[in-house]
């Protein structure tokens, strides 16, 4: 049975991290998650302990990324974002898997570099972020491997800023993680037809940008 708006937002993760976003953007987003009751809300990393505070006694979630969209940031700064966010009260954590080791054919590297992130954060879920449109399925499956083998939570197909994912990709990463890790899948989602096929899928987490999650709801809620 498809689910409802209320069920649905459960599932989502409120987000709003592009480069120009607006702090006024941002408190729109925090307003209309506590609103919604959607599972956490992202924004740009610099107001995360203004999230914090904004966010306190509801069942909202600060969602907070540790990298910028290439992964290149040393595995320190990582990891100590990381610390710092679960700190101030993050539940979870994204981060890029480090791109140029991918494509370097790096693995080690790559799955080090997410280990210490997950090592630094304990018991607190970790999302890895592949960065799908920018790899063919080949790479795909490698990333959704080293990911896994890493020790991370769950794989997330993209951040958006590299275009959005597509319904294969999603194939394959359920291929891959046949249960090990749960998935998220971000990054152009824009309808309801679009969530409901993702869930059959097996997605459990869903980032959509603020603009389109309450739209998203209240469609479910009336269909």
């Known amino acids: 049975m498809p689910l409802n708006g209320k069920q649905l937002a459960r599932m989502i993760d409120s987000t709003h991290i592009a480069t120009l976003a607006k702090k006024e953007e941002l408190d729109e987003a925090i307003l209309q998650a506590k609103e919604m009751h959607f599972f956490a809300v992202n924004g740009p990393a610099c107001y995360f302990p203004y999230l914090v505070e904004q966010l306190e006694g509801s069942d909202v979630n600060p969602g907070f990324g540790c990298t910028r969209w ?58 890895v972020i592949i960065e799908c449109p920018l790899h063919d399925e080949e790479r795909i499956r490698k990333a959704a491997e080293i990911i896994i083998d890493a020790g991370a939570d769950c794989i997330k197909t993209c951040t958006g800023m590299e275009g959005p994912f597509a319904m294969r990709h999603i194939e394959i990463i359920s291929s891959i993680a046949k249960g090990r890790v749960w998935i998220k899948a971000a ?22 940008n603020y603009r389109s999650a309450k739209y998203i709801c209240e469609m479910a809620n009336h269909r």
């Open 187 to 208: 990054g152009g989602i824009r309808d309801l037809p679009t969530v409901d096929r993702l869930i059959d899928l097996g997605v459990a987490r869903l980032g959509i």
């Open 70 to 127: 290439s992964g290149a940031d040393p595995t320190a700064c990582k990891a100590y974002a990381a610390k710092w966010a679960v700190s101030l009260g993050a539940k979870e954590i994204d981060m890029v898997m480090n791109q140029s080791y991918l494509v370097s054919g790096l693995y080690k590297e790559a799955e080090e570099d997410i280990r210490h992130v997950k090592k630094a954060i304990g018991s607190h879920a970790l999302k």
